[in-house]
C-alpha cells in the first residue's frame, strides 16, 4: 500500500490517501543536496474515494521504494510517500459563501460543505437554518416555532417556510435515527445555499444597487 499526505480536492479531508497508481518521473533534481524526482500520482481519497491526481515531488528512494510496492500486487509494505512541492488536479474547489453572510452562518455553512456523513451533514443543516434564523429575529423556543414566526413577519414566503420544515425534519430524523441518505443530505445542502441566497445576500445585493442609483 502506498500512501500520500495531501488535502482531497473534493471533500478537503488532509489525509494519508491511497495512490493507485505513480507516475513515471518526469524530472530529476537536487534538493538540499537530496536526490528527488518530479512525478504525478492517481489517488483514491480515503474519505470521499473521489480519485484525483497529484504532481509533487519526492525523495528519489522513496520513490523507488513505492514503485516496487505497487508493482507487487501481494506486497504487505507501506511506504509514505512524503511530498513536498504538491499541486492537485482539480485544486481544491472553495466552499460556497458570500461577505452579506453572517460570520456564524458562514463557518456553520462551510462545515455543512465539507461534511461526507449525510447524517452529520443534515445535523448541520438544522443548525445552519436555525443560525440563520436567529440571525433575522427569529423569536420561538424551537426551531418549529422559529420558523413559523419569520413567516408570519413576511420575512420567508410560503414555500420556503414549507422546505424549511422539510429540512427541520430531516435533520430530526437523521439524528434521532442516525440514518440519512446521500442523496437527500446533498438536496437538503442545495436548499440550504438558496435559503441562504434569499435570506441574505439577495437583500444585500438590492441594497447595494439602490444606493448606486
Ligand atoms: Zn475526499
Given amino acids: 500500500m502506498v500512501q500520500l499526505k495531501c488535502v482531497c480536492p473534493e471533500c478537503k479531508t488532509e489525509s494519508h490517501h491511497f495512490v493507485v497508481y505513480l507516475g513515471h518521473v518526469e524530472n530529476e533534481k537536487v534538493l538540499w543536496e537530496i536526490p528527488v524526482v518530479e512525478t504525478f500520482a492517481l489517488v483514491l481519497c480515503c474519505k470521499c474515494k473521489s480519485k484525483f491526481i497529484a504532481n509533487f515531488t519526492v525523495r528519489k528512494s522513496l520513490y523507488n521504494e ?99 420544515h422539510i429540512v427541520r425534519k430531516f435533520g430530526n430524523k437523521a439524528l434521532h435515527e442516525l440514518e440519512a441518505e446521500t442523496e437527500e443530505a446533498k438536496e437538503v445542502e442545495n436548499f440550504c445555499k438558496f435559503f441562504l441566497d434569499l435570506l441574505f445576500r439577495i437583500p444585500a445585493e438590492i441594497e447595494a444597487a439602490r444606493s448606486e442609483s
Fill in 66 to 164: 513505492a514503485k516496487e510496492v505497487i508493482k507487487d500486487l501481494y506486497s504487505q509494505k507501506a511506504v509514505n510517500l512524503l511530498a513536498s512541492e504538491l499541486s492537485t488536479i482539480p485544486e481544491p474547489k472553495e466552499p460556497y459563501s458570500h461577505p452579506s453572510f453572517p460570520h456564524k452562518v458562514a463557518k456553520f455553512f462551510t462545515k455543512l460543505q465539507q461534511e461526507e456523513d449525510p447524517v452529520i451533514k443534515l445535523g448541520i443543516a438544522r443548525a445552519v437554518l436555525e443560525v440563520a434564523l436567529n440571525e433575522v429575529g427569529a423569536e420561538g423556543k424551537t426551531l418549529y416555532e422559529k420558523i413559523q414566526d419569520v413567516y408570519e413577519k413576511r420575512l420567508i414566503t410560503a414555500s420556503l417556510a414549507e422546505w424549511s
